[in-house]
């Protein structure tokens, strides 16, 4: 089945700086490549996907990377801001279904 | 348009009594996907339902399992329940086909005890 390795574990930044999540999958079957945000006691919510077929994808601030070939996707968020304070998740879908297959999770920490 | 509802919210369970937990997905996704997470494992798929049909099963003991009804509502039941079985239960819905958002609703946090 699919693997999903996320690093880091934890990232505490300022406010104002640029903060990089990195994900890796083992399934080159993989075609899809959520990323989620969940705040302290709320539910995971979607805050940018891409898919296979897309190198790169952008969305104010936020931006992914995909590169099929290494099989490693990338979060990037650039002016950080105390708000995007929260656990950050990767995943990989890679077949006909919804099944996704979760990062362990990286805590984003913007210090104000 | 009404988000992803679970119900209930909170629970208490002795260790070898089962539970059942319930999902309603947004009008009109009906594939229900179910999953665990825990501090220590982070966010594991437990199984999908599309029409009805277990379309995904992820690596769990048979104690868990689940069902989707005509409506699309779901419910997953763990049986014979352990104290390592204490997590949130998120359940996400999606429109009938891969490769779009997962809805999560807000969770059932169950406690074993």
């Known amino acids: 089945g699919e693997n999903v390795e996320q690093h880091p574990s934890t990232l505490s930044v300022q406010e104002g700086d640029s903060a990089v999540i990195k994900c890796t999958y083992s399934?080159?079957?993989?075609?899809?490549f959520p990323w989620y945000k969940q705040e302290l006691g709320k539910r995971p919510q979607l805050i940018i996907d891409?898919?296979?077929?897309?190198g790169e994808k952008k969305d104010q601030r936020i931006a992914v990377t995909l590169n099929k070939t290494a099989k490693h996707f990338s979060l990037h968020i650039t002016e950080t801001q105390p708000e995007d304070s929260a656990v950050y998740f990767c995943?990989?879908?890679?077949?006909?279904?919804?099944?996704?297959?979760f990062g362990g999770g990286t805590r984003l920490m913007v210090k104000p | 348009k009404a988000g992803v509802t679970q119900t209930p919210r909170y629970l208490i369970k002795t260790r070898g009594q089962q539970v059942t937990l319930s999902c309603s997905p947004i009008?009109?996704?009906?594939?229900v996907s179910w999953y665990q997470q825990t501090p220590g494992q982070g966010l594991q798929f437990l199984f999908e339902?599309?029409?009805?049909?277990?379309?995904n099963k992820g690596n769990f003991p048979g104690r868990f399992s689940g069902r989707q009804f005509s409506n699309s509502r779901s419910e997953m039941n763990v049986s014979t329940l352990e104290l390592g079985d204490s997590a949130l239960y998120l359940c996400?819905?999606?429109?009938?086909?891969?490769?779009?958002?997962?809805?999560f609703g807000q969770g059932t946090r169950l406690t074993v005890v």
């Open positions: 996400a819905s999606s429109l009938a086909t891969g490769g779009t958002e997962a809805f």
């Open positions: 399934d080159s079957a993989s075609n899809y």
């Open positions: 995943a990989a879908q890679y077949n006909a279904g919804n099944m996704l297959t």
């Open positions: 009008s009109g996704h009906r594939s």
């Open positions: 339902y599309f029409s009805e049909t277990q379309r």
């Open positions: 891409i898919r296979s077929n897309v």
